[in-house]
T-cell receptor, first 109, second 121 residues
Framework: DIQMTQSPSTLSASVGDRVTITCRASQNINRWLAWYQQKPGQAPKVLIYKAAVLQSGVPSRFSGSGSGTEFTLNISSLQPDDFATYYC???????????FGQGTKLDIK | QVHLVESGGGVVQPGRSLRLSCSGSGFSFSSYEFHWVRQAPGKGLEWVALVAYDGINNEYADSVKGRFSVSRDNSNNAFYLQMNSLRTDDSAVYYCARGGFGGSGSHFDYWGPGTLVSVFS
């Protein structure tokens, strides 16, 4: 099974900061990676899919990059609404099994 | 406007069964695959099952294989998660989510608000 590992597990930052969250896959997953944002008491919301495609309606300060085994989610200038938990997610196109990373909690410094 | 909503959560004893439903609206329901994703209290997201667009090629996480099953009813724009032999570690908020069009999706673009399942004696 492919394992997804996010780092860091927690991240403290300030409004206006640029932040980067990393997701590593245990084997090559090409660009089959999505990123989600989840706020307490709410369902997750997709931000990025296929590693770098911005979901419609998501602010352009969010961007994704990477391929193979290492991926990053970047937020160019943190806004108050961005403090949340972020998850990466992979789909194995052969087995049709889906895997999430363990999450990165982004909180206010 | 795409809308998904779960129902059927509740409190159940270990070893018992529960059936969750998810109703969809605002899109061509029969053309999409769907998923169940759960989140134990204070924990991360765990994918549970894929409801294939053909209703046949479903897939399950190892943690629920043999105990949970999924089905869909396109005539009622609904799909289901049948949970048998429930264990305390199945306690979680269960989300339904929309996957890809025509069986090729890689992510979940719309989610329901979730329904809580609590398994304890």
């Amino acid at each position: 099974d492919i394992q997804m590992t996010q780092s860091p597990s927690t991240l403290s930052a300030s409004v206006g900061d640029r932040v980067t969250i990393t997701c590593r896959a245990s084997q090559n997953i090409n660009r089959w990676l999505a990123w989600y944002q989840q706020k307490p008491g709410q369902a997750p919301k997709v931000l990025i899919y296929k590693a770098a495609v911005l979901q419609s309606g998501v602010p352009s300060r969010f961007s994704g990059s990477g391929s193979g085994t290492e991926f990053t989610l970047n937020i160019s200038s943190l806004q108050p609404d961005d403090f949340a938990t972020y998850y990466c997610q992979h789909c194995n196109s052969f087995s049709r099994m889906f895997t999430f990373g363990q999450g990165t909690k982004l909180d206010i410094k | 406007q795409v809308h998904l909503v779960e129902s059927g959560g509740g409190v159940v004893q270990p070893g018992r069964s529960l059936r969750l439903s998810c109703s969809g609206s605002g899109f061509s329901f029969s053309s999409y695959e769907f998923h169940w994703v759960r989140q134990a209290p204070g924990k991360g997201l765990e994918w549970v099952a894929l409801v294939a667009y053909d209703g046949i090629n479903n897939e399950y996480a190892d943690s629920v294989k043999g105990r949970f099953s999924v089905s869909r009813d396109n005539s009622n724009n609904a799909f289901y998660l049948q949970m048998n032999s429930l264990r305390t570690d199945d306690s979680a908020v269960y989300y339904c989510a929309r996957g890809g069009f025509g069986g090729s999706g890689s992510h979940f673009d719309y989610w329901g608000p979730g329904t809580l399942v609590s398994v304890f004696s």
